[in-house]
C-alpha cells in the first residue's frame, strides 16, 4: 500500500503515474472536494505539456506578452502563458489517478503518521491503517514532514488575491513590491486575477497595489502561503517522501509551482518503482533551478535593478527572455550569460 497525503496536483499526479504501474494506492484529502479552496493564480508555463495535455476546461486563456515592472523601469516579453481553472485542473489529475486504480476518501484528515516495525501508521478523523510508503502532498504547512520529521518550510510569502471586474489588454503584469511581487492575470479582457505575495502584511500591500486600479467588482477572495525554497533539508527519510508545495519546490521568483510539483512527483514515484534514488534526483533535477530563481528574486531587489532591467530590455537579451522558459532557468542563464557579459556583476 502507497499512501499519499494531499489530492492537489503532486499528490493526484503521483498516483495516477504509480497506479497504472500497478501499485496500490490511496490517497487522503482533508477537503470535501478535489481542487477547492482555491488558492493559486493558476498561471503555468508551456513546461507542463511535458507532463499531462489538460483536457478542454481547464485551460480557460492564453497570454502572448509579460510586463514586468519594477520601479520607473518596465520590461515587456513575448511569452506565451497558459492560464488554467485549477478546480478542474486537480479534478482532471485526480479522474486521471482514479482511472488507473488509485483510491480516494474525501473528507479525511490526518492526525498522526508514525513508524512502526516495516510500516507506517495513518491515523485519520475516520479511522486507522497501515501503509508501507508516504508520500506528502499536503502543502506548505505540511502535517506529514512534522510528523515525520522530514523537511519544514521556514519561510513563506502570505498572498491575497481577488477574481474581479477588470478590463485588460490580455496582458500579464509582474510589479515588485518591497518585500515580494504582485500580479494582474487575466481570465479575458474583462476579468482579471489581481495579487500579491509578500513577507509582510499581505492586506496592506494588496491595498497599496490596487489603489490606483479600476477594479470594477470583486467575484472571489482567496489567499494562502508559498514556500520559500531552501535546498537544505530531507524530502525523504526511508519510504516516505515530500512533493510538491509540502517541498518547498517552488520558485520564488513568482511563486509558481505547478511544473515543479508535477516533476518532484514523478521523481517521487521513479524512485518507488525502480529505487531509492529521490535525494540525487530532486536535487539534480529541481534544486539548480530553484537556486537561480532565489538569486534572480535577490538580485530584483537589489538596489541596483533598475540597470538590471535596462540590459534586459536589450533586443538579443529580450530574444532568449522571450523563448526559454522560466521553469528552465538554468538554460536561460547560460545562454544570458554569453549574449550580455555585463550580467555576470549581478551575480557577485
Avoid at 33 to 53: A, F, H, S
Avoid at 115 to 134: M, P, R, Y
Wanted: aromatic share 8%.
Amino acid at each position: 500500500m502507497i499512501t499519499i497525503v494531499g489530492a492537489g496536483p503532486a499528490g493526484s499526479y503521483a498516483a495516477y503515474l504509480l497506479a497504472k504501474k500497478g501499485k496500490n494506492v490511496r490517497v487522503l484529502e482533508e477537503h470535501k472536494t478535489i481542487g477547492e479552496p482555491v488558492q493559486c493564480t493558476g498561471i503555468v508555463t508551456k513546461d507542463i505539456l511535458r507532463y499531462l495535455n489538460p483536457w478542454k476546461g481547464v485551460i480557460i486563456n492564453k497570454t502572448q506578452k509579460v510586463l514586468f515592472v519594477a520601479g520607473r523601469k518596465r520590461l515587456i516579453l513575448s511569452n506565451e502563458n497558459l492560464i488554467i481553472n485549477r478546480t478542474a485542473f486537480d479534478k482532471q489529475i485526480a479522474t486521471m489517478a482514479k482511472r488507473a486504480g488509485a483510491t480516494y476518501s474525501l473528507s479525511t484528515k490526518v492526525k498522526e503518521i508514525f513508524k512502526e516495525n516495516q510500516n507506517f501508521t495513518v491515523i485519520t478523523n475516520k479511522g486507522l491503517s497501515k501503509s508501507k510508503w508516504i508520500i506528502g502532498a499536503d502543502g506548505p504547512l505540511s502535517l506529514t514532514a512534522r510528523q515525520l520529521d522530514l523537511y519544514k518550510n521556514q519561510q513563506f510569502f502570505k498572498t491575497k488575491q481577488v477574481l474581479a471586474d477588470f478590463k485588460n489588454d490580455n496582458v500579464i503584469e509582474f510589479h515588485l513590491l518591497k518585500k515580494g511581487f504582485a500580479w494582474i492575470v487575466p481570465e479575458s479582457k474583462s476579468n482579471a486575477r489581481i495579487g500579491v505575495a509578500t513577507m509582510s502584511f499581505p492586506s496592506v500591500e494588496f491595498n497599496d497595489f490596487t489603489n490606483n486600479l479600476k477594479i470594477e467588482k470583486v467575484h472571489m477572495t482567496n489567499g494562502g502561503l508559498i514556500p520559500i525554497f531552501h535546498p537544505a533539508g530531507f524530502r525523504q527519510k526511508g519510504l516516505a517522501f515530500l512533493i510538491g508545495d509540502a517541498g518547498g519546490f517552488v520558485k520564488q521568483t513568482t511563486g509558481g509551482g505547478i511544473v515543479q510539483a508535477l516533476e518532484s512527483a514523478r521523481i517521487a514515484s521513479q524512485s518507488i518503482l525502480h529505487g531509492p534514488r529521490y535525494f540525487l534526483l530532486w536535487n539534480l533535477l529541481l534544486t539548480p533551478g530553484l537556486l537561480l530563481h532565489k538569486l534572480v528574486y535577490k538580485i530584483m531587489h537589489s538596489k541596483n535593478n533598475e540597470e538590471l532591467l535596462k540590459l534586459l530590455n536589450q533586443k538579443r537579451v529580450k530574444k532568449i527572455l522571450s523563448n526559454v522558459s522560466r521553469d528552465n532557468l538554468v538554460v536561460m542563464a547560460i545562454q544570458l550569460a554569453f549574449a550580455e557579459p555585463r550580467l555576470f556583476k549581478f551575480l557577485i
